[in-house]
């Protein structure tokens, strides 16, 4: 099985990509993660791409496809998280016959909710949440005692603004998989076990077609 998991940011893209990987037997394959692999191994790769963010610049196509072509030829039990990103990336893997596109759907509320309560330690880097996972003592780390922050990146403008640009780019995506008849939208904003039921009942359904 093939999967595609097209997700929101805080939508859990990550943790439901770890949990169909375990549930399902099938290699999550991350390109965030690959990226900083490769650029902590310092590879001609990563060499590469920190070339580019260190400039700001996004990963061209090219060089991404190169390094997910390399990654899934031959496999054929694997979930995709964060490749596709443009059309150009979906129309070079055409021929892995992809058997389902997964989209993970959040409103931009719900995004803000998630992401803006999010805290971390600044000594251990522990993470918190003000509503989800609370710490036993408001503003301090259960496990060191040290103050916790909020990531300039998770302010509600700064999240406003990547979720706008995530609906941007990923519109086209997103209508090029319903085109194809692939895409299966599960709405992420219930709590996590109830998306997880959701997913696997999907998984299940499409294993038996
Ligand atoms: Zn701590």
Do not use: W
């Amino acid at each position: 099985m093939k999967l595609i998991l097209l997700g929101a940011p805080g939508s859990g893209k990550g943790t439901v990509s770890d949990f169909l990987a375990n549930k399902f037997k099938l290699k999550h394959i991350s390109t965030g993660e690959i990226c900083r692999e490769e650029m902590a191994k310092n590879t001609a790769f990563g060499t590469e791409i920190k070339h580019y963010m260190d400039k700001g610049n996004l990963v061209p196509d090219e060089l991404m496809i190169k390094v997910v072509n390399s990654t899934i030829t031959g496999k054929d039990d694997y979930i995709l998280d964060g490749f596709p990103r443009t059309i150009p990336q979906a129309e070079a893997i055409i021929s892995q016959k992809i058997d389902a596109v997964i989209n993970l759907d959040l409103p931009e509320s719900a995004v803000i909710e998630r992401l803006s309560g999010r805290r971390m330690c600044q000594n251990c880097n522990s993470g918190y949440h003000i509503k989800y996972i609370k710490p036993k003592k408001e503003g301090i780390c259960d496990k060191c005692g040290s103050k916790l922050i909020q990531r300039p990146d998770d302010t509600p403008k700064v999240i406003s603004e990547r979720f706008k640009d995530y609906h941007t780019k990923t519109k086209p995506l997103v209508e090029y998989y319903q085109k194809k008849k692939l895409l299966h939208t599960i709405d992420a904003s219930p709590p996590p076990e109830t998306v997880r039921k959701a997913v696997t009942e999907l998984v299940k359904e499409l294993k038996r077609n």
